[in-house]
């Protein structure tokens, strides 16, 4: 019988449930449409759990908030109390069986070391598993344990589940140093149960400026939304006088300063724009003060003012004292952190192993998330090189971050290295394991400079035309791609399509079977992803360029594992209408099937019988695409960028795109108002198309 379910649990506290809870989602999301996340026993039924709410936001999962619990700790030990244990277990029973026949997979958290009482004991958690039929997952929090204490607490943990009949499905041993990592897996070497270790990672254990916001009520009094994601490694009271003070900032800390100390926020002011000293996460003014009129002038005339100041009623000694009480906890919003952590899981764990162990049906449903999904893992297990020229955006050093984080990619920055870490570093961001190129001053620049002449001179390139080329960010990055240093380029953030594509026509080049450079957007719907070409580059295509991106697309769209059957879209449906564009899609199309006779291709068809089943039914009853299509080729331009637009607002579908196609190393545009994610998809697409062109 294939399992339907887990179960996760930890003795300890902070052994990371949430984080493994969240690795083993990020799996069964991946596979799974519909997968409920399900705690039998939460604190209180009067106040929001933290990890419910995370888990059902971060992964959208379709239930109700009160449908992912069982009971709380009141009612629990009531049951218990009055020896209605097996009531207990049957009502929870009821309350599982039902998410179990609803969804493809129950993900169950069991109940925290904190919620454990006199009454609730901690084999509660096996009883349940045991009656759930739910395979058991351990987590063992080993931070203060030796590798002996941690071997002993494996074979104790896993031999009480086992022996009261739960079946072992992995143990997790987190929060390890280097020592006993290493000293423990010689340990585990000969273990028969599956076991992963995962290492300590300081950042996740520290809190950040959102976690004081929230424990402390902490008020803004400047503060950008970013900011809650700021991560605190330590705190100072600025109690010295300035000259002595500065000798013990560090970076990352959080600074307490009385409001009225003028010359010391003046003098932490200063530390942003140094390069001598580190740079602060924020300042806090304790007893609900604000600066003085003329600093505060002074810090809004400032073009950019890159940390956040928050104000407490408590005086300085109660700041001091709550600030070292404040846990961390993983937030929706914290998206560096959760990079972070699900980078630490897809390294430390087998994931194909964990999969294959999943013996559950796999839905034929693909969402967004599913297939987002499988992009960063596929751009992960054959980790590129992904040029981003425009390091001063914003926008693409946050994305960095998560690229990097994730593992999903090496990244390589052209800029000044010292404006790029000025920058990343105010926005309190780690991307110290970018690479960073000064195009300018790059050794390279006079082989390229030789490269692009000799490649462009018969068509009248002059000598200084080509160094003029190559000072240009996205010239020079694409002939990094060209000549190997890199594996492909993301760029557009900035630059208009034009910019990106021209140095990739000239340099890259097309493929030998291709004629035309295209593109394509992935459009991600509720249960499916669909494939729609050629939405931003082609203005108006002719029969043969429509063919070609018809081929294109469907070559594309197999590459990334979903079944091309291609639409020829028009605005008539077979042979029901005439017209210059309808014969433009038909010859189009039979230029499509003389090419690629094995091809699923019809057209012309209208959108609606190639989407509906019923309209298709009526229209086409006999076509193996009507109905059925997952590339849309649209007849141009105009049409085509229109479409992909009106379906994105209207239906909440993601957008990831456009993807280049047809050239011989993968270069990719983005759309100047395109959000973090955006940049975060096309990075992950062009790793992937990277590793399919070698």
Do not use: W
């Not at 005339?301 to 709550?322: H, M, Q, R, W």
């Amino acid at each position: 019988m294939n399992i339907k379910s887990l179960y996760i649990s930890a003795q300890e506290k902070k052994a990371g449930t949430l984080f493994v809870s969240m690795g083993m989602m990020e799996i069964l999301k991946r596979n799974l449409h519909k997968v409920a996340f399900f705690r039998p026993v939460i604190f209180s039924k009067d106040k929001k759990d933290g990890d419910l709410s995370f888990m059902i936001e971060r992964y959208n999962l379709d239930m109700q908030y009160e449908d992912a619990y069982g009971f709380d700790v009141e009612y629990v030990e009531n049951m218990i109390s009055l020896n209605k244990t097996n009531e207990l277990i049957n009502e929870l029973i009821v309350k599982f069986k039902k998410l179990e026949s609803e969804y493809d997979f129950v993900l169950c958290e069991g109940i925290h070391k904190s919620f454990l009482t006199s009454t609730i004991s901690y084999d509660l958690n096996i009883m349940i598993a045991q009656n759930f039929a739910s395979p058991y997952i351990n987590i063992i929090n080993a931070q203060n344990l030796s590798a002996k204490e941690a071997y002993e607490n494996i074979l104790i943990e896993n031999e009480n589940s086992t022996c009261q009949g739960c079946t072992h499905f992995a143990t997790f041993i987190n929060r390890l140093d280097d020592k006993n990592y290493k000293a423990l897996e010689k340990k585990l070497k000969n273990y028969t149960l599956t076991t992963y270790l995962l290492k300590e990672v300081a950042e996740l254990d520290k809190p950040t400026i959102g976690d004081i916001i929230d424990a402390m009520d902490a008020k803004p009094i400047i503060f950008k939304p970013d900011d809650v994601t700021r991560v605190v490694r330590g705190v100072k009271v600025a109690a010295l006088t300035l000259d002595n003070f500065l000798n013990h900032v560090e970076e990352d800390d959080l600074v307490i300063v009385a409001a009225d100390r003028s010359e010391i926020i003046l003098g932490l002011l200063g530390t942003l724009y140094s390069t001598s000293y580190p740079n602060i996460t924020g300042i806090i003014f304790p007893f609900a003060m604000r600066a003085h009129p003329n600093i505060q002038k002074l810090i809004d005339g400032l073009d950019s003012f890159g940390i956040p100041i928050l104000s407490v009623d408590t005086d300085t000694y109660e700041t001091a004292k709550n600030l070292s009480n404040v846990n961390s906890r993983l937030r929706v919003t914290s998206q560096r952190k959760i990079a972070l952590a699900l980078g630490l899981f897809n390294a430390s764990v087998d994931i194909q192993a964990i999969e294959q162990k999943i013996a559950s049906t796999v839905s034929t449903v693909l969402t967004p998330m599913m297939f987002e999904y499988k992009l960063f893992e596929s751009a992960r297990l054959n980790k590129k090189r992904i040029i981003l020229p425009e390091s001063g955006d914003e926008r693409i050093l946050r994305a960095a971050e998560i690229i990097l984080r994730r593992e999903v990619a090496e990244i390589i920055f052209i800029g000044k290295e010292k404006k790029v870490r000025e920058n990343y570093l105010r926005l309190g961001l780690d991307l110290s394991k970018a690479i960073i190129i000064d195009h300018l001053k790059s050794p390279l620049m006079e082989e390229f400079v030789q490269r692009f002449y000799e490649m462009r001179k018969n068509k009248g390139l002059t000598y200084r035309a080509a160094e003029d080329a190559m000072g240009h960010i996205n010239y020079f990055g694409t002939m990094m791609v060209h000549l190997g240093y890199a594996d492909g380029m993301v760029s557009g953030a900035i630059h208009s399509t034009g910019e990106t594509i021209r140095p990739a026509l000239q340099i890259i080049k097309t493929t030998p079977e291709t004629k035309i450079v295209s593109s394509v957007f992935f459009m991600c719907l509720k249960t499916k992803v669909l494939v729609y070409g050629d939405c931003a580059v082609n203005q108006d295509p002719n029969a043969e360029e429509l063919a070609q991106i018809a081929l294109s697309s469907a070559k594309t769209t197999a590459s990334f594992g979903i079944e091309p059957r291609v639409a020829m879209l028009s605005y008539s449906t077979g042979d029901s209408g005439t017209g210059a564009d309808v014969e433009k899609v038909r010859e189009a199309t039979n230029i499509v099937k003389s090419k690629n006779p094995e091809l699923l291709i019809e057209g012309p068809i209208q959108y609606d019988a190639a989407i509906d089943i019923d309209v298709a039914q009526t229209k086409l009853p006999d076509s193996k695409v009507a109905g059925h299509a997952t590339v849309f080729i649209f007849p141009d331009l105009n049409t085509g960028n229109n479409t992909y637009k009106a379906v994105q607002r209207s239906s909440d579908a993601v957008a990831i795109g456009p993807i280049l196609q047809g050239l011989n190393k993968p270069i990719n545009d983005l759309s100047r108002g395109c959000l973090v994610a955006d940049i975060v998809n096309t990075v992950a697409i062009t790793a992937i198309q990277a590793g399919q062109n070698r």
